[in-house]
């Protein structure tokens, strides 16, 4: 393959490469070495469609949004998320946090929506957004509640429910929507689908529920 690239005939070279594949080659190798030849080619389109993501494992999914961005600056960040999420089917909400540390926060939002995320992650989004993006953190803590009611989250304690409602309302006020979203909150915990009622045990006395 090294030699049919040293020759100038790249597309040669990957066809070699595909060829190669089997039971004990890895398709991480093979993928990164045929992305390096269409990048060095000036194919820089081809080799994200067909390889980049093969090519690109990392430890998070943060760190493969970077690798990305890092390898592909002229895509759109919009763009190179929504194809790192397509990858993850069922479990988009756990590129929230992604999403968000990126500043695409529209895209944050919808991701925590359509899929489980970790009710925790959200609850610090609206703490640590609520006095610089509060719509932004009200809908993170909204979300956080939802997935609460709904029973998700790893060994939730009162204090993982306290927080998410603190932030939320606290986010709220700064928006100027603290009477809609203590209703939305109120209705959301009213069906509570919780663990015996657990968020509604906790926050039902506040939200008028008892």
């Known amino acids: 393959m090294r030699a049919l690239v040293a020759l100038g005939r790249p597309d040669e070279a990957i066809r070699y490469a595909e060829a190669s594949r089997g039971l004990n080659d890895s398709p991480i190798d093979i993928a990164r070495a045929c992305e390096e030849i269409l990048l060095a080619a000036g194919r820089a389109e081809e080799a994200y469609r067909r390889y980049a993501i093969t090519a690109s494992p990392a430890a998070s999914y943060l760190a493969a949004y970077r690798g990305l961005a890092r390898k592909y600056p002229e895509k759109r960040p919009e763009a190179l998320l929504a194809d790192l999420v397509a990858t993850t089917p069922g479990e988009e909400g756990k590129w929230f946090a992604t ?32 006095a610089r993006r509060p719509e932004f953190a009200v809908e993170a803590g909204l979300a956080a509640l939802r997935w609460l009611v709904e029973g998700y ?4 304690t009162g204090a993982d429910v306290w927080a998410a409602y603190a932030a939320t309302t606290k986010a709220a006020e700064a ?11 109120r209705t959301l915990v009213a069906n ?11 926050l039902g006395r506040d939200l008028g529920l008892r």
């Open 175 to 185: 928006a100027g929507r603290a009477g809609e979203v203590r209703e939305q909150i």
């Open 99 to 130: 999403a968000k540390d990126v500043g695409l926060l529209d895209e944050a939002i919808l991701l925590a929506n359509h899929s489980p995320c970790d009710p925790r992650t959200l609850a610090r989004a609206a703490r640590d957004f609520g």
């Open 192 to 202: 509570d689908t919780s663990g015996e009622g657990f968020v509604r045990r906790i």
């Open 153 to 156: 989250g790893y060994e939730i």
